[in-house]
């Protein structure tokens, strides 16, 4: 997963806090993804960006959800009030111009308790 | 990809079986299938893939079948090694849309 880097890898944070993740995705790619991993729903796309503009943010839970991505090379997603069931993992994927598969970062466990 | 309730579907193997694990998918306009990989710990990594004017890819060890008639997709494996021990997910895309759509994943055990 070295072509797109996700900090941090695990995040505890108490309910009510902000919370930062981040994406610094390869080169080379368009399209970049936020997908949200847990065992109930299984991995849910949160938004996605092509030439770093929010195509698609349908899948953002609710306000308190908020994505970015000043230029190519990265993007976060912020939480702001984190709740308990914010809990999940996290990931960044990137896609090229053309009907490929995604690369996928680690991922960043995020506990809220 | 299909949601197949809440509870992780598993298949347990034995060292040098073949694996074939089994996806549906919904929508029938979708023209490209994808197979990923995740270990324990990572993000999910590209097994696969196949296009919908195809009904069989094959890889390394791998072969994707695609029967569209019936909108079902599996991942045979050969030869399964514990290393192969990992969740695997479908997903699938159409042409008018850029994002994929993903299975809720199989877990697969490998037994030495």
């Known amino acids: 997963d070295a072509g797109v880097i996700q900090s941090p890898r695990h995040e505890v944070t108490e309910m009510g806090q902000e919370v930062t993740l981040r994406c610094k995705p390869i080169?080379?790619?368009?399209?970049l993804f936020w997908y949200r991993q847990t065992m109930m729903r299984g991995l849910e796309l949160l938004i996605y960006?092509?030439?770093?503009?929010?195509?698609?943010d349908s899948g953002m839970p609710e306000d308190r959800f908020s994505a970015k991505m000043p230029n190519a090379s990265f993007s976060t997603l912020k939480i702001q009030p984190s709740e308990p069931r914010d809990s999940a993992v996290y990931f960044c994927?990137?896609?090229?111009?053309?009907?490929?598969?995604?690369?996928f970062g680690s991922g960043t466990r995020l506990t809220v308790v | 990809g299909e949601s197949v309730g809440l509870h992780l579907p598993t298949l347990s193997v034995q060292e040098g079986d073949n694996s074939i694990i089994n996806c549906a998918y919904s929508?029938?306009?979708?023209?490209?299938f994808i197979w990923y990989k995740q270990e324990s710990g990572k993000g999910p990594q590209f097994i696969i893939d196949?296009?919908?004017?195809?009904d069989k890819r094959q890889g390394q060890r791998v072969t994707v079948l695609l029967n569209k008639t019936v909108k079902h997709l599996s991942l045979q494996i050969a030869a399964t090694q514990p290393g192969d021990s990992a969740v695997y997910f479908c997903?699938?895309?159409?042409?008018?849309?850029?994002?994929?759509?993903f299975g809720k994943g199989t877990m697969l055990l490998v037994s030495p």
């Open positions: 994927a990137v896609s090229p111009d053309s009907p490929l598969g995604y690369t």
């Open positions: 080169s080379g790619h368009n399209s």
């Open positions: 960006f092509n030439n770093n503009v929010p195509i698609d």
């Open positions: 929508n029938s306009a979708s023209d490209y």
């Open positions: 196949i296009r919908s004017n195809m």
């Open positions: 997903a699938d895309k159409y042409s008018g849309y850029s994002t994929l759509t």
